[in-house]
């Protein structure tokens, strides 16, 4: 094992055994590299590393901090990779959604509560009938997050959260080609709120995977 690998395994048993928890200092630095057996150049390295996927935090001339490690904060390294997928991906990034958010979108339609709902139907009416695609997509993307925020599982969201990027030039793609999306994705959208209000897990499921299916399926045709 590389001397870095080693020192940024040490610091992670720190935190998994409780040693060092969330919002904790770490001891000073020269203190740490002796306690650990470490040198002090390979210890500064690790705490770089481990400040790149947000498990650190260095603070200058403050000290250096285990974060909060909330979910959210530590899927930002995954949203940032995933910034990098190639066109030939996307197919997968959706077939990915297509097994997460339904299920999110069941967990919803057990916890909304009706000031939710009313909230959903506002986001809808805001779009009006004859959006441009760009404002579908936007409009899409942020009615698919307030669900799955309303289904209360963190990693859920913020996986689903790292997945929408990847697919939103899909979706304009999508409208800007084949007919009849606008008034599709507008209907699908009442269909799963509909759903959510009757607190019906099993048809808001439903619905959700046809509406992602079909972005999915139009691109496996259009490829």
């Known amino acids: 094992m590389a001397v870095t690998d080693e020192a940024i395994e040490k610091i992670k048993a720190m935190i998994t055994s409780g040693a060092l928890r969330a919002g904790?200092?770490?001891p000073r630095e020269a203190d740490l590299a002796a306690s650990l057996g470490l040198s002090r150049s390979s210890l500064r390295e690790a705490v770089k590393a481990l400040e790149l996927v947000n498990?650190?935090?260095v603070r200058r001339g403050d000290g250096t901090y285990v974060t909060s490690l909330e979910p959210?904060?530590?899927l930002e390294a995954l949203s940032f990779i995933t910034d990098f997928h190639r066109d030939d991906t996307v197919l997968e990034f959706l077939q990915v959604r297509r097994i997460l958010e339904p299920a999110a979108t069941a967990m919803a339609a057990e916890r909304?509560?009706?000031p939710q709902t009313e909230e959903l139907?506002?986001?809808l009416d805001s779009l009006g009938p004859e959006p441009?695609?760009?404002e579908l997509v936007a409009n899409d993307l942020e009615f698919h997050r307030r669900i799955v925020a309303i289904a209360g599982n963190s990693v859920l969201a913020s996986l689903l959260d790292s997945m929408s990027g990847p697919t939103t030039r899909?979706?304009?793609w999508r409208g800007l080609t084949q007919a009849g999306t606008t008034q599709r994705t507008l209907t699908e959208h009442r269909a799963?709120?509909?759903a959510l209000a009757a607190h019906e897990a099993d048809v808001a499921r439903a619905w959700a995977t046809v509406h992602i299916a079909g972005v999915e399926q139009w691109l496996q045709s259009a490829l």
């Open 55 to 57: 498990i650190l935090d």
């Open 132 to 134: 441009s695609m760009e």
């Open 192 to 194: 799963i709120l509909d």
């Open 112 to 114: 909304i509560t009706a």
């Open 170 to 172: 899909a979706r304009v």
């Open 24 to 26: 904790d200092r770490l």
């Open 72 to 74: 959210r904060l530590l």
């Open 121 to 123: 139907r506002a986001h």
